[in-house]
C-alpha cells in the first residue's frame, strides 16, 4: 500500500493573503533556477485545490491513501473564512472518499480552550484521526501554556504532525526546530508525533528525537524541493532515511506545494525507483509505516 502522508486542500478565501503571497516565494526561486515558462504571479493568487485534484494526483501515482492536512495560520494573519469552517469544508470533501483520503484537523495551539473544543467536535462528528499543527505561528511545543493541547490530543489519540525546519513570509522559523518536542514525546509517550519534512535543516535533531523516543515519526515530503537539479543531495537523504528511521519516515508530497515544478508521481517514482534502501525499507517508508500508525 502507497500511502501520501503529508497533502494539503484549500479554497482561495481559506488562506490568509500574506500567506499566499508567502508560497510564491520558494516558486520565484524555483522559477529562477529553471526559467519556468510558468507564470507562478498569475497562476498562485487564485489557487484552490480540492479533493478532485488530489485524487488526479493519487491516479497518477498511483498512491492508496493520502492523508489531507489544514493548517491554521490566522492568528497570524486572518483568512475571510474562520479556521472551524475551513476544516469542516475539507473534511466534507474527503467524506466521498473515505477508503482514500484521510483528513486531519489542522488547528493552532494558541487558541487555547477553542483549538482544544475542535479538535473534540471533529473525532466526534467525523472520527478524525489526527491534528496538524505549525508552530511557526509563534509558539514553542513545549511551552506551559501549549500543555493542554497536548493533553486533549493525547486523550483524544490523535497523531500529531507538525512542521519542522524552513518558514516563510509572516510566520517565524525560530519556532520550528523538532528538539522542542522532545518533552512532548517524553511526557506522552502515546502521543504519536510526526515531524514534517525529516525536520527540514534541523534533521539531526528528528534522527535523535526518534532513536530516543518510540512515538517520533517522521515524512518525507518537500525533499522532492531537491528535484530535478539535486538528484545526489535527495538521494543521500533517502539514505540517511533507511540508515537512522527507516521504521518512522512515512512518504509525503506535500502536494500542491512542489506539483508547479515537480509532480508528485515523478517523486514517487523516484522514492520507488532509486537505489536507496532494499525493496523492504522501501515498502515500510512508502506505506508500510504509516499503514500501522493510521491502523489500517
Ligand atoms: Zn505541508
Known amino acids: 500500500m502507497i500511502i501520501d502522508s503529508h497533502v494539503h486542500i484549500w479554497l482561495r478565501d481559506h488562506l490568509p493573503d500574506p500567506m499566499v503571497r508567502a508560497y510564491l516565494e520558494p516558486l520565484r ?81 494558541q487558541r487555547g480552550d477553542r483549538a482544544i473544543g475542535i479538535m473534540e467536535r471533529f473525532v466526534k462528528r467525523y472520527d478524525a484521526l489526527g491534528v496538524k499543527v505549525y508552530p511557526a505561528t509563534g509558539w514553542y511545543p513545549n511551552e506551559e501554556r501549549i500543555r493542554k493541547f497536548w493533553t486533549s490530543a493525547n486523550d483524544l489519540g490523535l497523531i500529531a504532525v507538525t512542521h519542522a525546519g524552513a518558514a516563510w513570509g509572516p510566520l517565524d ?17 502515546d502521543l504519536k508525533v510526526m515531524i514534517a519534512h525529516l525536520g527540514g535543516k534541523y534533521r539531526q535533531e528528528t534522527y535523535e528525537l526518534c532513536a530516543k523516543h518510540a512515538n517520533c515519526y517522521t515524512d518525507i515530503s518537500a525533499l522532492q524541493g531537491w528535484l530535478p537539479s539535486d538528484p545526489d543531495t535527495c538521494l543521500s537523504r533517502l539514505r540517511e532515511v533507511a540508515e537512522k528511521v527507516p521504521d518512522r519516515a512515512s512518504f509525503g508530497t506535500d502536494f500542491p506545494l512542489f506539483d508547479l515544478s515537480y509532480a508528485s ?29 493510521l491502523g489500517l
Open 29 to 109: 526561486a524555483l522559477k529562477d533556477l529553471f526559467d519556468m515558462e510558468l507564470d507562478v504571479e498569475n497562476v498562485w493568487p487564485d489557487y484552490g485545490v480540492d479533493v478532485s485534484k488530489v485524487l488526479e494526483m493519487m491516479a497518477a501515482g498511483p498512491v492508496d491513501r493520502a492523508v489531507v492536512l489544514p493548517i491554521d495560520y490566522n492568528i497570524v494573519e486572518k483568512a475571510r473564512i474562520d479556521i472551524e469552517d475551513y476544516n469542516a469544508w475539507v473534511f466534507e470533501e474527503a467524506a466521498a472518499y473515505r477508503d482514500k483520503v484521510i483528513p486531519f484537523v489542522g488547528v493552532d495551539p
Open 265 to 293: 508521481s515523478m517523486w514517487l517514482s523516484f522514492v520507488k525507483d532509486r537505489p536507496w534502501a532494499d525493496e523492504d525499507v522501501k515498502a515500510k517508508v512508502l506505506g508500510g509505516n504509516m499503514q500501522r500508525l
Open 173 to 189: 522559523d525560530r519556532y520550528t526546530r523538532p528538539s522542542f518536542y522532545d518533552d512532548v514525546l517524553q511526557r506522552y509517550p
